[in-house]
Structures are given as C-alpha cells and as structure tokens.
C-alpha cells in the first residue's frame, strides 16, 4: 500500500517513513503544500498524512482541492488543535486528525484501522 507524507519538519517526515517502512508500506514524502497536491492528485495513494502549517498551500487549502476530485483517505497533523481547527479538518474531510507532538506508532495505528474501514 501507498503513503504519501507531506511534512514540511525533516526530522517528523523522516521519523513517519522509518514506522511505515516497517510495516511494509511504500511511501512517498514531499515537504511543502504545492508539490503535496500534485502528487496526491497525479498519484494513486492509500492514504495520506497531511500536515497543516506548510509553505506554499497549507493542509486545509490542500484537502479542499483534494477532495474536489479524490476521496483518499487523509489523516491530518498539526500542532495547531483548537476545537475549530479539528472541525475545520474534518468538515473538509479529513478521515482523523492528530496533534503535534505525537507517537509515530500511535499514527500507524490510526493509518491502519482507517486502512481497514476502507477495504
């Protein structure tokens, strides 16, 4: 299965491929928001985690245009998680959303459980 990570922080998006390569998921990391839609438009992924604070187009902007032509599964990731912006996310669509810091298994457990749901 596919995952795209776009994560603009090094050391999260690096982190997030070392957990999912273990569990034997491709994956694909991009690190700003305007060549994070090009590949989730262009590319066929499973799921994608979508940070929200990102140079170029941010997680919301994102997703929005997103979901005009794909439903694939996204799980958000922000270190801004105010009941509003959790509502914002998932009124756009987002599938989960999870603050900043978090566990790296903690994320591979929600990619998984939303895997499964989508199967």
């Known amino acids: 299965m596919k995952?795209?990570?776009v994560e603009d922080e090094i050391r999260i998006s690096n982190l997030l491929r070392l957990?999912?390569?273990r569990e034997a998921y491709q994956v694909d990391v991009v690190d700003n928001g305007q060549d994070g839609l090009e590949w989730a438009l262009k590319k066929d992924y499973h799921l994608i985690v979508l940070d929200v604070l990102m140079p170029g187009k941010n997680g919301y902007e994102i997703l929005e245009e997103?979901?005009?032509i794909k439903k694939t599964p996204v799980i958000m990731l922000s270190a801004?998680?105010?009941e509003e912006d959790i509502?914002?996310?998932?009124?756009?669509g987002a599938?989960?959303?999870i603050a900043?810091?978090?566990?790296p298994s903690m994320v591979v457990s929600k990619i998984?459980?939303?895997l499964i749901q989508e199967t």
């Open 3 to 5: 995952i795209l990570v």
């Open 19 to 21: 957990y999912l390569e």
């Open 66 to 68: 997103l979901r005009r």
């Open 80 to 82: 801004k998680c105010s």
């Open 87 to 92: 509502k914002r996310g998932k009124d756009l």
């Open 95 to 97: 599938n989960e959303f």
């Open 100 to 103: 900043k810091p978090f566990s």
């Open 112 to 114: 998984k459980e939303i």
